[in-house]
T-cell receptor
Framework: NAGVTQTPKFQVLKTGQSMTLQCAQD?????MYWYRQDPGMGLRLIYY???????DKGEVPNGYNVSRLNKREFSLRLESAAPSQTSVYFC????????????FGEGSRLTVL | KNQVEQSPQSLIILEGKNCTLQ??????????LRWYKQDTGRGPVSLTI?????NTKSNGRYTATLDADTKQSSLHITASQLSDSASYIC???????????FGTGTQLKVEL
């Protein structure tokens, strides 16, 4: 039972480089989310996808883009990484938007030098 | 502005002791409140959900309470174990498909 799978688990980037975080869920959930977690702060929503084919901005979308590739996959792209984007990123899913239990991936730790 | 405040920020207890974590919220309207446990280096996992009509709910050694009038919830851990060492996050849902509000978590360390 894989649940929510994120790759990569760790990544170091230089300022200005780009990268994509991948997320896939095998629970047939409609809604998927990307959060970032920083010390002393609660999880903050970057983008979410309420259903396949839709994406919406969350609380901190600047500097990020997302793609809901299909029902299973939701990727997060950093086009030009900045040190302020150093964080732990979590992908999550729920059966329907903002209801029910959030199922989280294991996280992706990103460092931008 | 919807907010969730948790206290204490961190807590150290001895194995076998009990502890209580607090969550105060100003989210309105209110649909439900969940407590999540996040082990170091892992994603959060749901422990329990409280809806408006529920006062108490248990999940093994974890007991959550909710006072919807004062907008407070607590998570009581009984007979703590080393494996309880984690961050405990309170998350409030306003319902209706609206976004969740997360607390910053209480970092619990259980020592021998």
């Amino acid at each position: 039972n894989a649940g929510v799978t994120q790759t990569p688990k760790f990544q170091v980037l230089k300022t200005g480089q780009s990268m994509t975080l991948q997320c896939a869920q095998d629970m047939n959930h409609n809604s998927m989310y990307w959060y970032r977690q920083d010390p002393g702060m609660g999880l903050r929503l970057i983008y979410y996808s309420a259903s396949e084919g839709t994406t919406d901005k969350g609380e901190v979308p600047n500097g990020y883009n997302v793609s809901r590739l299909n029902k299973r996959e939701f990727s997060l792209r950093l086009e030009s990484a900045a040190p302020s984007q150093t964080s732990v990123y979590f992908c999550a899913s729920t059966p329907t938007a903002n209801t029910g239990e959030l199922f989280f991936g294991e996280g992706s730790r990103l460092t931008v030098l | 502005k919807n907010q969730v405040e948790q206290s204490p920020q961190s807590l150290i207890i001895l194995e076998g002791k009990n502890c209580t974590l607090q969550c105060n919220y100003t989210v309105s309207p209110f649909s439900n409140l969940r407590w999540y446990k996040q082990d170091t280096g892992r994603g959060p996992v749901s422990l329990t959900i409280m809806t408006f009509s529920e006062n108490t709910k248990s999940n093994g050694r974890y007991t959550a309470t909710l006072d919807a009038d004062t907008k407070q919830s607590s998570l009581h851990i009984t007979a703590s174990q080393l494996s309880d060492s984690a961050s405990y996050i309170c998350v409030v849902s306003p319902g209706g498909g609206n976004k969740l509000t997360f607390g910053t978590g209480t970092q619990l360390k259980v020592e021998l």
